[in-house]
């Protein structure tokens, strides 16, 4: 079975930081990686797709990069709703999520 | 636009079957393209993908929950289910149900989970 990986596993950072995450897949899953923003008490959201492609609706400040077994998400510049937990998900037959980046103030 | 809302008991005696139905609206469940989906979350931890039908009649699982998983659709309803048999305290969670959307991309067929339900909390507790 294929893992994946993320890290950091918590982050402090503030309104306005460029912030970055990653996630690490066990073995090449291509472009095969999804990103969620999860709010506390709240379903996640999908933010981005196929690695690289921004849901619509999305604010153009996400971005994501990567493929085979490393990828990045990407805030350009923190606003106060983005502080939230990140989950990267690898999609195949099977769909496997990371374990989480919990961004805070 | 579609929306998805999860519904069931939200107390299940452990060795017994938890069973929930997601109801989708604003949509047809039959529409091309799409898987249906089930998420869990204990509380305070991570998201754990449980399986997914198609329309098709086609299932994924994950197979840490195969033997005990069920997943259906009844199309005539607009409505898919998720039974989990043998339920223990493990299994105590928020369900979510979700929409998985199938997307051509750069030559390629991807999925990700675009709709989400609210989310249901299950607790397996004599």
């Known amino acids: 079975d294929i893992q994946m990986t993320q890290s950091p596993s918590s982050l402090s950072a503030s309104v306005g930081d460029r912030v970055t995450i990653t996630c690490r897949a066990s073995?090449?899953?291509?472009?095969?990686l999804n990103w969620y923003q999860q709010q506390p008490g709240k379903a996640p959201n999908l933010l981005i797709y196929?690695?690289?492609s921004l849901q619509s609706g999305v604010p153009s400040r996400f971005s994501g990069s990567g493929s085979g077994t490393d990828f990045t998400l990407t805030i350009s510049s923190l606003q106060p709703g983005d502080f939230a937990t990140y989950y990267c998900?690898?999609?195949?037959?099977?769909?496997?999520f990371g374990q989480g980046t919990k961004l805070e103030i | 636009q579609v929306q998805l809302q999860e519904s069931g008991p939200g107390l299940v005696k452990p060795s017994q079957t938890l069973s929930l139905t997601c109801t989708v609206s604003g949509g047809s469940i039959s529409g091309g393209g799409y898987y249906w989906s089930w998420i869990r979350q204990p509380a305070g931890k991570g998201l754990e993908w449980i399986g997914r039908m198609y329309t098709s009649g086609t299932t994924n699982y994950n197979p840490s929950l195969k033997s005990r998983v069920t997943i259906s659709i009844d199309t005539s309803k607009n409505q898919f289910s998720l039974k989990l048999s043998s339920v223990t305290a493990a299994d105590t969670a928020v369900y979510f149900c979700?929409?998985?959307?199938?997307?051509?991309?750069?030559?390629?067929?991807?999925?990700?989970?675009?709709?989400w339900g609210q989310g249901t909390t299950v607790t397996v507790s004599s």
């Open positions: 196929a690695a690289s």
């Open positions: 998900q690898h999609s195949s037959s099977t769909h496997t």
């Open positions: 073995q090449s899953i291509g472009s095969s």
């Open positions: 979700a929409r998985d959307m199938g997307i051509w991309f750069g030559g390629m067929f991807y999925y990700a989970m675009d709709v």
